[in-house]
């Protein structure tokens, strides 16, 4: 576009020009510069130099990396045993906590605290003795006769059985970053020499490409200075033919356009593979999402196999079992439909499942199920609705268990300490009767100003082919990582953006459909 504008300017330029000055151009010749194309050619070769340095040095890490894997990841006798010890006590008491939740009886929790990652705990044995105590005065009882009070102690009973599900998961967690730690003493730590020589070889590639092309607009300049002179020592007293203008301004508009392109390429470089991807964030793409135009939130791959399916089962695989995930990105369809394909494998799953928008700004989350934005997330967190008031299942029809919080109304005042900490404890509890939960926030500010509301909350970046600048996926990608929040991987979309209504036009919908209720 920028050439074809070029072109046309100076063919115009040049075509004027000679009846703006009422006479032919004169045979004297102007003075014409060529660019010397030594300096560039030394330059270019200097740059292809360094980068041959480079990708030497990498060969040498890449190898020296290798032997070293061998030495570094064989664990100890000691180790070993106690990284499965671990292993052994955190499935356990997954198993128990997932009984517990499913069948909330009082065996379902007698079982849960007597797991051996308990041990030891008075709390546990303190809440068993009033689940017996509560037990024995509902045993008393005659159902018929005294109901409500029967009632009473087993809404008691659920709740002593609540607690002890709650220090469970917190042992839960305290044990699994143990065992994180243990497996990462057993990591090889060559890969930082190798990450740091890869990044020197983009680099250097870069300056080399740059030293090409301007070596090449150079030549083109001096080819193109040639062919002027030629046509002007020519010329005695005639208009400069009209196929000579075409060539110069051609060539002309061609290196303009090439030179302004290239420029603008160089400062919005976008995301075009796994590995740019990768780079960017610091973190693996979990997930390739292929999308037609056609079929841009269908189901498979072109290969058979839902990404999606895919990522539910690397989330919730034995040894890791995260219960809460949180979806993030620069495009606010990606990240919605990103999330709601999340959301629907896990209930495919038989999973009780939460969505969450966290991001009362956008409401993706609202957009992508057609719910209306409010109430949702920030007035029950700021106490004004229960959450289970704000609590939408779009799954019924379907007969898979999706609960929707939508983001609710947007809020400029900040909750103080003891309102925070109480909706944190009132979501806990909240996104604990479910086996599984995404947030959805598609710009990531959100996310930080969440992070106090849960322990842990892996992220997921979502990245557009072609259309994610480099830059703002690293800018975002570290941003959440200063704020606390852990990114798990990145899903890489491959196709057209899927559109989703805006806030303003959910909440007019939602007007509508009161006044015609009304």
Known sequence: MFAVSAIGIVSVALLLLPSLTGRSPVPALPTLYRVDTLMLRHRADSAHNVLSDINASLDVALLRAESMVGELSRPTEFERQHR????????????????????????????????????????IAALVDSIDAIERDRAALDPASAERVFADLTNRANAVGLSIREIATKRRTQLARNLLVIQS?????????????????????????????????????????????KMMATTVSHRVPLLAILVAATVMGLLVGFSITFTAELGHATVASAYEAEWATGAPVVATVRASARRVTGGQDAGGIDPFRMLFLALTATGTRTRTVAVSGDDRGVVATVAGRLALAAAAD????????????????????AQPPEPGFSDALAGVRLWREVAHSVGASSRLAIDVVPAGSVRRESLDGDAWELGRDEFARFRGEYDFSVLVAPNGAELVAVRALMDDMPTVLCAQVARTAILELETLAQRLRDGGVAVHGVVLWDGDSPTVPSRAALMAGAAANVKTQS
Not at 86 to 111: E, G, H, N, V
Not at 188 to 194: C, T
Not at 195 to 205: F, G, M, P, T
Not at 350 to 369: C, G, H, K, P, W
Request: overall charge negative.
């Open 350 to 369: 038989e999973r009780a499942t939460l969505v969450v928008d966290v991001d009362a700004e956008s409401s993706a989350a609202a957009a992508y199920y």
């Open 84 to 123: 499965d010890s671990l292993q052994a006590i955190i499935t356990a008491l997954d198993d128990l906590l997932d009984r517990a939740t499913k069948a909330p009886l009082a065996p379902s929790y007698r079982a849960l605290a007597a797991a051996q990652a308990l041990s030891g705990d008075a709390r």
């Open 185 to 229: 003493s057993l990591a090889p730590n060559s890969d930082i020499e190798v990450n740091r020589l890869r990044a020197a070889r983009d680099s250097a590639r870069t300056q080399a490409a740059i030293a090409d092309s301007t070596i090449t607009a150079a030549r083109a300049a001096n080819s193109a200075v040639d062919a002027s002179e």
